[in-house]
Each structure stands twice: as structure tokens, then as C-alpha cells.
């Protein structure tokens, strides 16, 4: 079982930035997929980026692209996932989530089976 924590929230400026962090405790390497995502009332969870837990291949949503970073530090047994969010818009504004998945790795919350209980981002203009 793969508990995960966000921390980092809050609320900015447009233009500002936010630095979200992920906590991933009993971290097990069959979740392969770390990723963020993030939701607003009346919408569908929508992907922001993922990455594999090996390193390498990286996927962000085409309206984050040049401004999110999302990044990995593993350690023996836990896992960091950060992500990095600067030249920040209104419509950045929601409740971001820490997910991770051992079937895939896509901006596709289908795939993902651990989740946390979100950090609230809120950018005013």
C-alpha cells in the first residue's frame, strides 16, 4: 500500500510560483508512474505531468508546458515528487493530487490507483 501526502499549497499571484511536494511512505517500485493532477469544481480530474520512477520520460499537459517542472528524489525506501510551478495563471487554480500508478504512465487518472488527499492552489489575477 503506497500512502501519499501533498504539501505546498496556497495562495499567489498571478506570475508567482508554488513548489508542491509528494511524500510517498512504504514506497514499493511496482508503482513505476508518479504524476500530479489536478481538479476544479464541476470537472473532470485533469493530468498535469508525470514521470516514471526510473528517471527518464516525462509528460506534461500542452498548458503547463515551459512553466511546470515536476521532478523525483528517491531515497532507500520513500519518494519525493515535486513540482515546480512558476509563471502561475488564475486557471492554474485547484486542488492538485500526488497519484501514482503500477499500470501505466499517461496524464490519465484511470491509471492511477494511490492517490492523496490534495493541496488547494489558488492564483488570483
Known amino acids: 500500500q503506497v500512502q501519499l501526502v501533498e504539501s505546498g499549497g496556497g495562495s499567489v499571484q498571478a506570475g508567482g510560483s508554488l513548489r508542491l511536494s509528494c511524500a510517498a511512505s512504504?514506497?514499493?517500485?511496482?508503482?513505476?508512474?508518479m504524476g500530479w493532477f489536478r481538479q476544479t469544481p464541476g470537472k473532470e480530474r485533469e493530468g498535469v505531468a508525470v514521470?516514471?520512477?526510473?528517471?527518464?520520460?516525462?509528460?506534461?499537459a500542452d498548458s503547463v508546458k515551459g512553466r511546470f517542472t515536476i521532478s523525483q528524489e528517491t531515497t532507500k525506501n520513500t519518494l519525493t515528487l515535486s513540482l515546480q510551478m512558476n509563471s502561475l495563471k488564475p486557471e492554474d487554480t485547484g486542488m492538485y493530487y500526488c497519484?501514482?500508478?503500477?499500470?501505466?504512465?499517461?496524464?490519465?487518472?484511470?491509471?492511477?490507483?494511490?492517490w492523496g488527499q490534495g493541496t488547494q492552489v489558488t492564483v488570483s489575477s
Open positions: 497519484a501514482a500508478s503500477n499500470v501505466g504512465c499517461a496524464l490519465i487518472a484511470g491509471l492511477f490507483g494511490y
Open positions: 512504504t514506497y514499493t517500485f511496482s508503482s513505476h508512474c
Open positions: 514521470i516514471y520512477t526510473t528517471g527518464g520520460t516525462i509528460d506534461y
